[in-house]
């Protein structure tokens, strides 16, 4: 299994533009996480799908964030428009169902 | 509500020591525990995972972890460190009936040669 697939891994773009981080979650995991990790706030969950449905968006920063799960195999996580605050590194992990979470490589977002 | 300490943010120790880092839970049941790992630049790794059953858990890379019931921890040792173990460290545990985790601020580890 390639495990859980991110792209792009590196995103640079400027002030208000619109940045889609994608990933790939593991074949026949039914639960997907989007998460953030920074230096001052460490490790965030934003938002997790479970069967392709969003269940806790309670962790989504705010209305510029959106994250969808159109099928069982791709996910995306979109920012418009995005502020420097958002640079960080977006993990994406899936688990099949007993809590372990298995992680993407995550992608590093800059906005200057 | 659920939570997760690491009380150590960095540590230091040379290669070949024994190493222990320290985790404690707070839940109401019996928790789903779990230890993570991120080398830098990467994402993070499944170390090992208790569910129930034996107390001491062995994982990957040489690693092992004991939950204590008693001491709401699952700390994590290694016998003898190698430079390659060098990175950060997470505990999570599982919040309850849905399929989150809650993790801890990490533990960063520094080997010297």
């Known amino acids: 299994d390639a495990g859980v697939i991110q792209s792009p891994r590196h995103e640079v773009t400027e002030m208000g533009q619109e940045v889609t981080l994608r990933c790939k979650p593991i074949s026949g995991h039914d639960y997907l996480f989007w998460y953030r990790q920074t230096m001052m706030r460490g490790l965030e969950l934003l938002i997790y799908f479970n069967n392709n449905v969003p269940i806790d968006d309670s962790g989504m920063p705010e209305d510029r964030f959106s994250a969808k799960m159109p099928n069982a195999s791709f996910s995306t996580l979109k920012i418009q428009p995005s502020e420097p605050r958002d640079s960080a590194v977006y993990f994406c992990?899936?688990?099949?169902?007993?809590?372990?979470?298995?992680f993407g490589p995550g992608t590093r977002l800059t906005v200057t | 509500a659920q939570s997760v300490t690491q009380p150590d943010i960095h540590i230091t120790v040379s290669e070949g020591a024994s190493l222990e880092l320290r985790c404690n839970y707070s839940?109401?049941?019996?928790?789903?525990l779990f230890w993570y790992v991120q080398s830098p630049g990467q994402g993070l790794q499944l170390l090992l995972k208790y569910f129930s059953g034996d107390t001491l858990v062995q994982g990957i890379k040489g690693f092992e972890a004991e939950f204590k019931r008693s001491q709401s921890s699952f700390n994590l040792r290694k016998p003898s460190v190698h430079w390659s173990d060098a990175a950060e460290y997470f505990c999570a545990v599982g919040a309850g009936n849905t399929d989150k985790l809650i993790f801890g601020t990490g533990t960063r580890l520094q080997v010297f040669p």
């Open positions: 992990a899936s688990s099949p169902g007993t809590s372990e979470q298995y």
């Open positions: 839940y109401g049941a019996t928790p789903y």
